[in-house]
Protein backbone atom coordinates (compact mmCIF):
# COMPACT_ATOMS: atom_id res chain seq x y z
CA UNK A 1 0.00 0.00 0.00
CA UNK A 2 1.27 3.40 -1.07
CA UNK A 3 -0.09 6.92 0.50
CA UNK A 4 0.09 9.98 -1.84
CA UNK A 5 -0.47 13.43 -0.72
CA UNK A 6 -0.27 16.54 -3.14
CA UNK A 7 0.66 19.67 -2.10
CA UNK A 8 1.67 22.70 -4.10
CA UNK A 9 -1.99 24.30 -5.90
CA UNK A 10 -2.79 27.65 -5.74
CA UNK A 11 -3.75 30.39 -7.54
CA UNK A 12 -1.52 32.16 -10.21
CA UNK A 13 -1.66 34.65 -12.90
CA UNK A 14 -1.19 33.20 -16.59
CA UNK A 15 2.53 33.09 -17.28
CA UNK A 16 4.00 32.34 -13.85
CA UNK A 17 5.43 28.94 -12.09
CA UNK A 18 3.95 26.25 -9.20
CA UNK A 19 5.76 23.66 -7.99
CA UNK A 20 3.47 20.72 -7.17
CA UNK A 21 4.94 17.97 -4.82
CA UNK A 22 3.67 14.45 -4.02
CA UNK A 23 5.22 12.69 -1.03
CA UNK A 24 4.50 9.33 -0.84
CA UNK A 25 4.62 6.65 2.45
CA UNK A 26 4.21 3.36 3.11
CA UNK A 27 6.28 0.66 0.95
CA UNK A 28 9.28 1.40 -1.01
CA UNK A 29 8.74 4.99 -3.51
CA UNK A 30 11.59 3.72 -5.59
CA UNK A 31 9.32 0.88 -6.75
CA UNK A 32 7.04 2.90 -8.23
CA UNK A 33 6.88 4.53 -11.36
CA UNK A 34 5.18 7.95 -10.47
CA UNK A 35 2.21 9.83 -12.82
CA UNK A 36 0.58 13.13 -12.73
CA UNK A 37 -2.62 14.01 -14.51
CA UNK A 38 -5.01 16.67 -14.41
CA UNK A 39 -8.80 16.97 -14.19
CA UNK A 40 -10.75 19.78 -15.53
CA UNK A 41 -14.61 20.92 -14.39
CA UNK A 42 -16.90 18.94 -16.04
CA UNK A 43 -14.01 16.51 -18.25
CA UNK A 44 -12.21 13.19 -17.98
CA UNK A 45 -8.99 13.01 -15.95
CA UNK A 46 -6.26 13.21 -18.70
CA UNK A 47 -2.15 12.62 -18.31
CA UNK A 48 0.54 14.83 -17.85
CA UNK A 49 3.65 13.46 -16.99
CA UNK A 50 5.59 10.16 -16.22
CA UNK A 51 8.63 9.56 -14.91
CA UNK A 52 10.10 6.12 -14.44
CA UNK A 53 11.34 4.16 -11.60
CA UNK A 54 14.78 5.35 -11.73
CA UNK A 55 14.31 9.05 -12.58
CA UNK A 56 16.03 8.43 -15.86
CA UNK A 57 12.85 7.96 -18.26
CA UNK A 58 10.19 11.20 -18.61
CA UNK A 59 6.90 11.62 -20.62
CA UNK A 60 4.79 14.37 -21.44
CA UNK A 61 1.76 15.36 -22.97
CA UNK A 62 2.33 17.69 -26.19
CA UNK A 63 0.68 20.45 -24.58
CA UNK A 64 3.07 20.48 -21.55
CA UNK A 65 6.21 20.09 -23.20
CA UNK A 66 8.84 22.59 -22.91
CA UNK A 67 6.78 23.64 -19.94
CA UNK A 68 6.52 21.52 -17.55
CA UNK A 69 9.14 19.38 -16.14
CA UNK A 70 8.80 15.98 -13.92
CA UNK A 71 11.01 14.51 -11.54
CA UNK A 72 11.41 12.45 -8.24
CA UNK A 73 14.01 12.20 -5.15
CA UNK A 74 14.07 8.72 -4.18
CA UNK A 75 15.59 9.54 -0.87
CA UNK A 76 12.48 12.37 0.05
CA UNK A 77 10.45 9.74 -1.06
CA UNK A 78 9.13 12.60 -3.84
CA UNK A 79 8.22 13.48 -7.13
CA UNK A 80 7.52 16.60 -8.24
CA UNK A 81 5.93 18.78 -11.14
CA UNK A 82 7.59 21.86 -12.06
CA UNK A 83 4.97 24.27 -14.06
CA UNK A 84 6.33 27.18 -15.71
CA UNK A 85 5.02 29.27 -18.33
CA UNK A 86 1.32 28.67 -16.68
CA UNK A 87 -1.65 29.02 -19.24
CA UNK A 88 -5.72 29.48 -18.59
CA UNK A 89 -6.05 26.07 -19.91
CA UNK A 90 -3.53 24.26 -17.13
CA UNK A 91 -6.06 24.86 -14.97
CA UNK A 92 -7.39 21.41 -13.05
CA UNK A 93 -7.22 19.23 -10.07
CA UNK A 94 -4.04 17.85 -10.58
CA UNK A 95 -3.63 14.47 -9.22
CA UNK A 96 -0.27 12.36 -8.23
CA UNK A 97 -0.74 8.49 -9.03
CA UNK A 98 1.79 5.16 -8.18
CA UNK A 99 2.27 2.57 -10.67
CA UNK A 100 4.49 -1.03 -9.42
CA UNK A 101 6.11 -1.28 -12.67
CA UNK A 102 9.14 -0.03 -14.01
CA UNK A 103 8.49 2.16 -17.06
CA UNK A 104 6.75 5.36 -17.35
CA UNK A 105 3.14 5.05 -18.15
CA UNK A 106 0.87 7.13 -19.90
CA UNK A 107 -2.94 5.76 -19.20
CA UNK A 108 -4.81 6.50 -15.83
CA UNK A 109 -6.36 2.93 -15.46
CA UNK A 110 -2.44 1.36 -15.56
CA UNK A 111 -1.68 3.31 -12.02
CA UNK A 112 -2.69 1.53 -8.82
CA UNK A 113 -2.53 4.26 -6.78
CA UNK A 114 -4.02 7.86 -6.60
CA UNK A 115 -3.47 11.26 -4.11
CA UNK A 116 -6.31 13.12 -3.28
CA UNK A 117 -5.40 15.96 -5.49
CA UNK A 118 -4.42 19.73 -5.77
CA UNK A 119 -5.70 22.58 -7.24
CA UNK A 120 -4.18 24.68 -9.75
CA UNK A 121 -5.93 27.77 -10.67
CA UNK A 122 -4.16 30.09 -13.78
CA UNK A 123 -5.66 33.12 -14.26
CA UNK A 124 -5.44 35.52 -17.41
Known amino acids: QVQLVESGGGLVQAGGSLRLSCAASGRTFSSYAMGWFRQAPGKERVFVAA????????DYVTSVKGRFTISRDNAKNTVYLQMNSLKPEDTAVYYCAAHSGPYYYINSYEYDYWGQGTQVTVSS
Open 51 to 58: ISRSGITT
